[in-house]
């Protein structure tokens, strides 16, 4: 992980998927690129780019470098944390771990823990302990406590989940019984290896190429939903203002998690329809008397459409309602449609 270390559809469909080019041939049948982690040698990360990664590549989860050490703090990571959340992925993150003693786990877990708070890392996040010194290595299965301390530090003092991070050839720094994150790159990955399944995620490549960022990026597959949980996901638009957040696969309009979202609503510059906290996906809504549809992901849609074998006009003008029906004679179609 340290750089320095590592050699819905409406009719025919609304929705275009692309394909991620991966570490030695752009083939469609890689593992899945559920996770990235970054760092300031991917540079200061944007809201678009983490947008493109989610909606383009299937990203759910970003995890930035906080720190490394007991001195150095990663100059990205505030800014990577808030594009992140913008972008609605959820936002982990990692420390660089130096220490082969308890005593020094500890100190760079205090450490690790106040620059993660003052950069905005939300409690319930994973704030990993990234072990791959040499020295740290050749301690083995010794190197189990120094990586328990730290993990113990960082949840009393920050509430922050945590997991070790590590290379296949060493699983057993990791603490026993622990599932955790493993990296591991095979020459051509493929979809069917779904290496070190029983950790929580497993790290397949470290030159992923993204077209709308710069670089290279590392890229992991997940098993289980531990870095997809256990913490809000913020998602606005700063184009109108509006903010709503998401929690345990509900929306809200809030932060205190007490108004679920209703409605139409604006974000990241397409607009999404609501009942109730809920995403309408693959249906209709009727609102000021009008009828818009739904993709697969709850985004209203524009363009033309086939919907059980009626054509559908939504425009490109940026109303989004239906336009080939009046509301009322509509109103019947659909009814009639739906049963």
Known sequence: ????????????????????????????????????????????????????????????????????????????????????????????????????????????????????QADGLPVGAVLVADVEEPAQMAMGANMQAVVTAFENEVQIKGGFRTTAYTMGSHLEVTPYGEKSWIASYPYTPTSTQNYYSTEHAWQWGSNGYFPMSLGRFDVNQLYDNFFTADQAVIKKNPGDGATVWSKGGVWYTDKSFKHKVNGIKKHMGSYWSFANGKLIKSNWTNSWGMYYWSDGDGKLVQSQGTWKEFKWDFGTDGTYYVKNATPKSLNNLVEQLNK
Do not use: C
């Not at 990205?76 to 944390?81: D, E, K, V, Y």
């Not at 990692?94 to 690790?112: Q, R």
């Open 1 to 116: 992980m340290n750089k320095t270390m590592k050699l819905v559809a409406l009719g025919a469909a609304f929705l275009f998927g692309t394909t991620l080019v991966s570490d030695h041939t752009v083939h469609a049948d890689t593992p899945r690129t559920d996770m990235v982690d970054v760092s300031n040698h991917n540079g200061q990360m944007t809201t678009p780019e983490f947008v493109d990664m989610r909606n383009n590549h299937g990203v759910k989860s970003i995890v930035t470098k906080i720190s490394e050490g007991t001195t150095y703090h990663d100059w990205t990571a505030a800014g990577n944390i808030r594009a992140a959340q913008e972008a609605g992925l959820y936002i982990n993150g990692y420390h660089y771990l130096h220490a082969t003693t308890v005593a020094g786990a500890i100190a760079e877990a205090d450490y690790a823990v106040a620059m993660a």
